[in-house]
């Protein structure tokens, strides 16, 4: 079956610090892998995506390479902010499954300034 | 990126009465749509699944006589919680899927309170 699993948070971190959130996916198929940030009180904002094996999704800073050989797809950035203090969901898109979204549990991450 | 937009943002309302929830998809048209639930420091968990014009697909576990989802349209997909109770309190989030794409839009997000 399908399933995404990531660190479990919470991650604190002081601003200028390097992140780093895991994730491991298991697929069937060929899927789709995505990043979405949740902000306190609104709803998911995509991040970044990679929709095959050695692309990297990158955005506001942040990055993801999409790796088949290990079935992962790591957040990272290099120099965090306070404004990037939110929840992080690591999710899979299988072609098969009809555009199902399977989710992570979610990382929160806290930046201290 | 497309925009989906719902309303209310929030709402409050008292034990036994029905509240729905619409979900607008602003700029592009979707032939599937998600309902999710959210719970505090929680992942999402998918409640249904609609394509336009059919009956939703819901999730074991989820109740349809309880969370009536209507797809009326490729723009606007509704759920209404009928006969809310405090259990049903949460975090309420749609979102379109458009044809041919493998990515999901979500909505903002309605947070509902029983009383």
């Known amino acids: 079956g399908n399933s995404v699993t990531q660190m479990e948070g919470p991650v604190t971190l002081s601003e200028e610090a390097f992140l780093t959130i895991n994730c491991t996916y298991t697929?069937?198929?060929?899927?789709?892998l995505f990043w979405y940030v949740q902000y306190p009180g609104e709803g998911l904002q995509l991040l970044l995506k990679?929709?095959?094996?050695?692309d990297k999704g990158s955005n506001k800073g942040f990055e993801a390479t999409y790796r088949k050989e290990t079935t992962s797809f790591h957040l990272e950035k290099g120099s965090v902010q306070v404004s990037d203090s939110a929840v992080y969901f690591c999710?899979?898109?299988?072609?098969?499954?009809?555009?199902?979204?399977?989710f992570g549990r979610g990382t929160q991450l806290t930046v201290w300034p | 990126g497309a925009v989906v937009s719902q309303h209310p943002s929030w709402v409050i309302c008292k034990s036994g009465t029905s509240v729905k929830i619409e979900c607008r998809s602003l700029d592009f048209q979707a032939t599937t749509m998600f309902w999710y639930r959210q719970f505090p420091k929680q992942s999402l968990m998918l409640m249904a699944t609609?394509?336009?014009?059919?009956?939703?697909?819901?999730e074991q576990g989820v109740e349809k006589d309880k969370f009536l989802i209507n797809h009326a349209s490729l723009t606007l997909s509704t759920l209404t919680v009928t006969s809310a109770h405090p259990e049903d309190s949460s975090f309420y989030i749609c979102?379109?899927?458009?044809?041919?794409?493998?990515?999901?839009?979500f909505g903002p997000g309605t947070r509902l309170t029983v009383l």
């Open positions: 999710a899979l898109i299988e072609s098969s499954t009809l555009g199902r979204l399977y």
């Open positions: 979102s379109f899927r458009l044809a041919g794409y493998n990515e999901q839009f």
């Open positions: 609609s394509n336009e014009g059919s009956k939703a697909t819901y």
């Open positions: 697929a069937t198929g060929y899927p789709s």
């Open positions: 990679a929709t095959k094996a050695d």
